[in-house]
């Protein structure tokens, strides 16, 4: 079993920056690839960044350098650095654990940003 809890969302005006951290608890050993989607209004849940079990990192084309994503192994946390941020990157943003066990997903709650014009 692994919990997901999520902080960092909020308002900010574009060009500004958040930082998302994602806390894991549970079986964190279970914990391979961690990733951050979000959703916006009408639209599908998309992926934003990846992480891997071995550090590699990949990245939507619509965030390339603009966001970070990175991992506390010693926290057990996740981040996601968002820095210039656009209205385009406002929705709901989504912790994701991929698990080598069932139910081999997890995710969080979610976190609402909001960029304004």
């Known amino acids: 079993q692994v919990q997901l809890v999520e902080s960092g969302g909020g308002l900010v005006q574009a060009g500004g920056s958040l930082r998302l951290s994602c806390a894991a608890s549970?079986?964190?050993?279970?914990?391979?690839?961690m990733a951050w989607y979000r959703q916006a209004p009408g639209n599908k849940r998309e992926l934003v960044a990846k992480?891997?079990?071995?550090?590699?990192?990949n990245y939507a084309d619509s965030v390339k350098g603009r966001f970070t994503i990175s991992r506390d192994n010693a926290k057990n946390t996740v981040y996601l650095q968002m820095n210039s941020l656009k209205p385009d990157d406002t929705g709901v943003y989504y912790c994701?654990?991929?698990?080598?066990?069932?139910?081999?997903?997890?995710w969080g709650q979610g976190t609402q940003v909001t960029v304004s014009s």
């Open positions: 994701n654990a991929i698990l080598k066990v069932a139910p081999y997903s997890c």
């Open positions: 549970g079986s964190i050993s279970s914990i391979t690839t």
């Open positions: 992480i891997t079990n071995t550090g590699g990192t």
